[in-house]
């Protein structure tokens, strides 16, 4: 991938590929593998590597435009490599020299990463249960397979791979891991001993790690955001990164993360929009009342269709402002720079949701009745976007807007902002 134009012109075309058979393989839940492999061979899940490491380091407006095209295809199909992208970034900041040759050396062979982050049952989404062990010294893979095999459990060493000092025990349940059940590698959510953050990078392959496609959520059908288990998966030094040091100072990691979840709100409600538009301007009936031939002459339906593009170009305009703010501050990152990108993204990503759910949502008014045949499976716009939205409460965005608006509050450092 040689730079920002052509990853465009590539998301561009994928965006067409992935949109030609998206109803389908949501009617049937019908998981995107071929596209997601077509995806990594095309290059794209690279164009983030630094361009000292091979990749094209593109910008975030370039990146949030990629998200968007691509959601304007297939909405759960952008919503799988959301996490291979902040992961990358999470190696850009934190990751050891070493770490950073080798894993920007994988994202550019293709391979990918899911996530494991979320669980279920805990008192809020920042209780991370998992747990990050140390191996004692001189203790190694094939004891800890030993052990876990004479307590019944699945295993989870990795013979050869580490072991002994300088490894890891990783333990927990991780639920919503959307991308894990076709990544090659698992980046893992847990904590230390002393409590502190650490990120996982685990082979999809690993003893111990199980991976179940039960995710049943009405919208997103095939993002295959289901639950991933690790029984005393043994984790190298090597493969650990110390991910609560991303948030001493200054960063930029919630609002890249943000910005590629508003990318894709705007994405569906682009999608919605041309969907309805084609609909009403092939099919639909033109109310009697109206006195004219098509229904896309009926003024009515002009007004609402003008209001609706009103809304997704705020939501398009919005996600560029953001992008640039974050492109802005990756060039001079300091705490006023990081605030003012992570409140211009909380602005966007609100004005996509509202802009997702509510054009999804009117296609079946301004279409009319036949748009609600199941066979058509337009709804998958609205139960994606009213999926997709729940990641994080936009009232809150609202919030952290209004604090800094109104008394110059900077947001709090975290992932979700």
């Known amino acids: 991938m040689a730079d920002d134009a052509e990853a465009l012109a590539l998301a561009r075309e994928l965006a067409d590929e992935f949109r030609a058979e998206a109803a389908e393989r949501d009617r049937e839940r019908r998981l995107p593998r071929a596209e997601l492999d077509r995806l990594s061979a095309s290059g794209l899940l690279g164009v983030t590597v630094p361009r000292a490491h091979g990749g094209a380091d593109v910008s975030a407006r370039t990146l949030a435009e990629i998200f968007r095209l ?3 295809g297939d909405a759960s199909l952008a919503q799988i490599p959301q996490s291979h992208f902040v ?6 900041r934190q990751g050891s020299p070493a770490q950073r040759e080798f894993f920007f050396g994988e994202v550019l062979a293709g391979r990918r990463f ?9 008192k809020h989404v920042q209780d991370i249960r998992t747990r990050l062990t140390p191996l004692p010294d001189g203790a190694d893979a094939a ?3 030993g052990d876990a095999d004479a307590a019944g459990g699945t295993g989870g060493a990795r013979a050869g791979d580490a072991g002994g000092t300088g490894s890891y025990l990783l333990s927990g349940e991780k639920h919503y891991s959307t991308g894990a059940l076709f990544a090659d590698w698992i980046p893992v959510l847990a904590r230390a001993e002393d409590e502190a953050l650490h990120v996982a990078y685990v082979p999809r392959d690993a003893p111990g790690v199980t991976v179940l496609d039960d995710w049943d959520g009405m919208g997103q059908r095939t993002t295959a955001s289901g639950t991933v288990r690790l029984a005393d998966v043994v984790v190298p030094a090597d493969r650990v990164v110390p991910h609560h040091l991303t948030f001493q100072g200054p960063q930029l ?3 890249v993360a943000q910005l590629l979840h508003a990318a894709i709100d705007a994405g569906i409600a682009s999608g919605a929009l041309a ?3 084609a609909f009403v301007r092939t099919k639909s009936r033109p109310w009697f009342e109206s006195g004219y ?9 002009i007004q609402r269709f003008g209001e609706l593009a009103l809304q997704v170009r705020a939501a398009e305009a919005l996600l560029n402002a953001a992008a640039d703010a974050v492109d802005a501050a990756s060039a001079d990152l300091t705490d006023d720079s990081a605030a003012e990108a992570s409140i211009a993204v909380a602005a966007a990503k609100v004005q996509a949701a509202e802009a997702a759910v509510g054009t999804s949502s009117a296609l079946f ?3 009319g009745t036949r748009a609600a045949l199941d066979s058509l499976n337009l709804n998958r716009h609205w139960r994606d976007a009213r999926t997709h939205t729940l990641h994080d409460p936009v009232r809150w965005k609202v919030q952290h807007i209004g604090r800094y608006v109104l008394s110059g509050t900077r947001p709090p450092r975290h992932g979700l902002l």
């Open 70 to 72: 691509l959601a304007t």
């Open 87 to 92: 992961y990358v970034n999470v190696l850009r």
């Open 114 to 122: 899911g996530n494991a982050q979320s669980e279920a049952g805990t």
């Open 143 to 145: 004891d800890a397979t």
């Open 253 to 255: 990691h919630g609002a």
């Open 275 to 277: 969907e309805a538009v």
């Open 293 to 301: 031939e098509t229904a896309a002459e009926d003024p009515l339906l």
């Open 365 to 367: 008014e301004v279409a």
